[in-house]
C-alpha cells in the first residue's frame, strides 16, 4: 500500500541552524502539506501545496520557513534559523482530491 | 475558540468493554468529518471520512457516525491492540486545511 515517507526520523540541531526535513508524497497525489505537532499539543498545519506553489499557509509559518519541491517525488520544508520553540513532530502529508489527508511518520525536530 | 472539541481526553477500558468517544464541531457548512488513529511517536494514521448527517462508517470493531453537530466514534469490544489517540479533524475556515481537536487517548487492559 502506497504510503508518505520522511526523513529523517530525528534531527537534533543547534538554535539558528538551517534545517531541511524530507518527505516523498504518495506518488500520484496532487496536494501536500505540512503539519507539527509540539509535544503534548495538537497537530497544527503550517502549509499546503499544489500545483507548484503555495496555497495556504498558517500564522506560524513565517518568512523562517519555506517548502520546496525541488523534483516530481520530494517535497522539503525548509527552517532557516531554527529556534528552541521549533522543536516538535513535523508530519508531511499528501492528498489526490484536497479531501483526505494520508499522513507520514513525522520528523522529530530538537534544537539546542 | 475551538472549532473541534473531543471528550474525553483520556478513556481506559477492559479489553471488551465497548464505548464511544465524542467529537463536537462548530464549523459551519462542513465539508467533511474526518478520523484519526495516532499511535505514540507516530503520524496520524486515516480512518474515515463522514460528509452528512446520517453517514456511518465501519472498520474492525470501530464504527463512526455523524449528527449535525457531533460526531461519534464508537468502540465495539476493543482489545489491547485498539489503545491509542484518536483524532477528529474537520477543515477549518480561512488558512487551514485541517483543523484537529485534542485527542482521545484510549488504553485498553487485557
Not at chain 1, 520546496?68 to 527552517?79: C, H
Not at chain 1, 513532530?89 to 539546542?112: D, I, W
Request: glycine residues 8%; proline residues 5%.
Amino acid at each position: 500500500e502506497p504510503e508518505v515517507t520522511q526523513t529523517p526520523s530525528h534531527q537534533v540541531t543547534q538554535m539558528g541552524q538551517e534545517v531541511i526535513l524530507r518527505c516523498v508524497p504518495i506518488s500520484n497525489h496532487l496536494y501536500f502539506y505540512w503539519y507539527r505537532q509540539i509535544l503534548g499539543q495538537k497537530v497544527e498545519f503550517l502549509v499546503s501545496f499544489y500545483n507548484n506553489e503555495i496555497s495556504e499557509k498558517s500564522e506560524i509559518f513565517d518568512d523562517q520557513f519555506s517548502v520546496e519541491r525541488p523534483d516530481g517525488s520530494n517535497f522539503t520544508l525548509k527552517i532557516r534559523s531554527t529556534k528552541l520553540e521549533d522543536s516538535a513532530m513535523y508530519f508531511c502529508a499528501s492528498s489526490y482530491k484536497g479531501n483526505e489527508q494520508f499522513f507520514g511518520p513525522g520528523t522529530r525536530l530538537t534544537v539546542l | 475558540e475551538d472549532q473541534v472539541t473531543q471528550s474525553p481526553e483520556a478513556l481506559r477500558l477492559q479489553e471488551g468493554e465497548s464505548s464511544s468517544l465524542n467529537c463536537s464541531y462548530t464549523v459551519s457548512g462542513l465539508r467533511g468529518l474526518f478520523w484519526y488513529r495516532q499511535d505514540p511517536g507516530k503520524g496520524p494514521e486515516f480512518l474515515f471520512t463522514l460528509y452528512s448527517a446520517g453517514e456511518e462508517k465501519e472498520k474492525e470493531r470501530l464504527k463512526a457516525t455523524l449528527t449535525k453537530k457531533e460526531s461519534f466514534l464508537h468502540i465495539t469490544a476493543p482489545k489491547p491492540e485498539d489503545s491509542a489517540t484518536y483524532l477528529c479533524a474537520v477543515p477549518g475556515g480561512g488558512n487551514t486545511p485541517l483543523v484537529f481537536g485534542k485527542g482521545t487517548r484510549l488504553s485498553v487492559i487485557a
